[in-house]
């Protein structure tokens, strides 16, 4: 496939921080596409170039891109990769790089008559035979918010078939558990992610009051799932969560304690990045019962991936496209995964954009979960809105003719 043209816009993203949307097109053909960025990020993350520079980048590979009559989304990244030459992707930039793959991606199902998940689900060689659960990001805390809990996120996860009674089920909690904030709490504000904030240093509060207002609500057919985020309250070997200092041994107490008492399904990062020991114990201790996932821990990076497979650090995996910086390697990060029997959780950032691609790409590799924070932020709730676009598609079982 040859490209005639590709222009890069500055549009902000859902913090009001600048990020980058491209436009692809061939002979008439037209796709858009913008990427995320992160706040509570991996240090093995590629790099993230100012958007300025990343325009004045493009200027300089647009017309080596154009030359070029790439047979395959493969060979498009390995091109982009070559060109980059650099373990980090600072020569082109990470964002840069994520945007022209994800559009090729894009590109290519629009000019083969496809959905993005039915392209992506042909390269993965995968059969679409379910849909991916829904993680919503209810209430936020840690780096997302301004005075609420130390973890980062609470997820409300319906175990519901379809991503349509799933999202009517977050609304109806949603609806209640604001009520029940506003009420206890006397103000009611929203995290970066859209989920509500609750003023306590107790991260045990948030699990309390989630598993208080499902029940409330009725909506207990669900499991509930933290991103801890502990790097971000990790200090000189210890963990400062909220008024406390826990060990290693008294914060893996903590986990243990929790998957006693709530409907645990799994427990992102609930250790330092670099605490693989700490990773390690809650795996064999815990790692039957719940998803011990792994995200600042393994970045989307086959190469770490693999290390944490060898070290048994966890058995689930975040992937962030924009982690890793293009579609093929975000593909093979999902294969190895996969390969040792790990949980998938395609997910998105906490700076997001308009963009749906993350909710394609969950249903296309067969993805265990879909991860897009909370439905009242509309730049998370078009993510699961596509998602249950999917779900009509496929079960009205309509053969897609694309105009
Ligand atoms: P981030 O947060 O996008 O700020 O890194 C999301 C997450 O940690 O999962
Ligand atoms: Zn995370």
Same mark, same amino acid.
């Given at each position: 496939?040859?490209?005639?043209?590709?222009?890069?816009?500055?549009?902000?993203?859902? /913090?009001?921080?600048?990020?980058?949307?491209?436009?692809?097109?061939?002979?008439?053909? &037209?796709?858009? =596409?913008?990427?995320? $960025?992160?706040?509570?990020?991996?240090?093995?993350?590629?790099?993230?170039?100012?958007?300025?520079?990343?325009?004045?980048?493009?200027?300089?590979?647009?017309?080596?891109?154009?030359?070029?009559?790439?047979?395959?989304?493969?060979?498009?990244?390995?091109?982009?990769?070559?060109?980059?030459?650099?373990?980090? @992707?600072?020569?082109?930039? !990470? *964002?840069?790089?994520?945007?022209?793959?994800?559009?090729?991606?894009?590109?290519?199902?629009?000019?083969?008559?496809?959905?993005?998940?039915?392209?992506?689900?042909?390269?993965?060689?995968?059969?679409?035979? /379910?849909?991916?659960?829904?993680?919503?990001?209810?209430?936020?805390?840690? +780096?997302?918010?301004?005075? $609420?809990?130390?973890?980062?996120?609470?997820?409300?996860?319906?175990?519901?078939?379809?991503?349509?009674? *799933?999202?009517?089920?977050?609304?109806?909690?949603?609806?209640?558990?604001?009520?029940?904030?506003?009420?206890?709490?006397?103000? +009611?504000?929203?995290?970066?992610? !859209?989920?509500?904030?609750?003023?306590?240093?107790?991260?045990?509060?948030?699990? &309390?009051?989630?598993?208080?207002?499902?029940?409330?609500?009725?909506?207990?057919?669900?499991?509930?799932? +933290? =991103?801890?985020?502990?790097?971000?309250?990790?200090?000189?070997?210890?963990?400062?969560?909220?008024?406390?200092?826990?060990? &290693?041994?008294?914060?893996?107490?903590?986990?243990?304690? %929790?998957?006693? @008492?709530?409907?645990?399904?799994?427990?992102?990062?609930?250790?330092?990045?670099k605490d693989e020991t700490g990773f390690q114990?809650?795996?064999?201790?815990?790692?039957?019962?719940?998803?011990?996932?792994?995200?600042?821990l393994?970045?989307?990076?086959?190469?770490?991936?693999? %290390?944490m497979?060898?070290n048994?650090a966890? *058995?689930?995996?975040?992937?962030?496209?924009?982690?890793?910086?293009?579609?093929?390697?975000?593909?093979?990060?999902? /294969?190895?995964? &996969?390969?040792?029997?790990?949980?998938?959780?395609?997910?998105?950032?906490?700076?997001?954009?308009?963009?749906?691609?993350?909710?394609?790409?969950?249903? !296309?590799?067969?993805?265990?979960?879909?991860?897009?924070?909370?439905?009242?932020?509309?730049?998370?709730?078009? @993510?699961?809105?596509?998602?249950?676009?999917?779900?009509?598609?496929?079960?009205?079982?309509?053969?897609?003719?694309?105009?």
């Amino acid at each position: 496939m040859k490209i005639d043209d590709i222009s890069l816009k500055i549009i902000p993203d859902s /913090r009001g921080k600048d990020t980058i949307e491209v436009e692809f097109d061939d002979e008439g053909n &037209k796709v858009f =596409d913008s990427v995320p $960025s992160g706040k509570s990020t991996g240090s093995n993350e590629v790099v993230v170039l100012p958007p300025s520079q990343e325009k004045e980048i493009l200027s300089y590979i647009e017309p080596l891109i154009k030359e070029k009559d790439f047979q395959s989304l493969e060979e498009f990244d390995k091109f982009l990769i070559d060109l980059d030459n650099t373990s980090d @992707k600072h020569k082109l930039g !990470g *964002n840069l790089m994520l945007a022209l793959s994800i559009g090729f991606t894009k590109l290519l199902a629009k000019t083969q008559n496809k959905e993005i998940y039915q392209l992506i689900a042909e390269i993965a060689n995968h059969k679409v035979e /379910r849909l991916p659960l829904c993680f919503f990001n209810v209430i936020n805390g840690g +780096l997302h918010a301004k005075d $609420s809990l130390p973890y980062q996120e609470y997820m409300f996860v319906p175990q519901n078939e379809l991503p349509s009674q *799933n999202l009517n089920s977050v609304m109806l909690l949603l609806k209640e558990l604001g009520e029940y904030i506003h009420q206890k709490y006397e103000h +009611l504000r929203m995290g970066d992610e !859209g989920g509500y904030e609750i003023s306590e240093k107790d991260p045990e509060v948030g699990l &309390k009051v989630l598993s208080e207002v499902m029940k409330r609500c009725n909506q207990v057919n669900a499991k509930i799932s +933290l =991103d801890v985020a502990a790097s971000s309250f990790y200090k000189d070997g210890l963990y400062l969560v909220g008024d406390k200092v826990q060990t &290693k041994s008294q914060l893996l107490g903590t986990y243990q304690q %929790i998957i006693d @008492k709530y409907q645990m399904l799994s427990i992102e990062d609930p250790f330092d990045e670099k605490d693989e020991t700490g990773f390690q114990e809650i795996t064999a201790k815990v790692g039957k019962k719940v998803w011990i996932v792994g995200d600042d821990l393994t970045t989307t990076s086959p190469e770490r991936i693999k %290390i944490m497979e060898e070290n048994k650090a966890c *058995n689930a995996v975040i992937i962030k496209p924009n982690q890793i910086g293009t579609v093929s390697e975000a593909l093979e990060a999902v /294969r190895l995964a &996969k390969s040792y029997n790990w949980k998938v959780i395609v997910s998105h950032r906490s700076g997001e954009t308009m963009d749906t691609f993350i909710a394609d790409l969950a249903v !296309g590799v067969g993805a265990d979960g879909l991860k897009s924070g909370c439905p009242l932020q509309k730049e998370r709730l078009v @993510k699961y809105q596509r998602l249950i676009e999917i779900e009509k598609l496929i079960s009205e079982k309509i053969p897609v003719n694309k105009s």
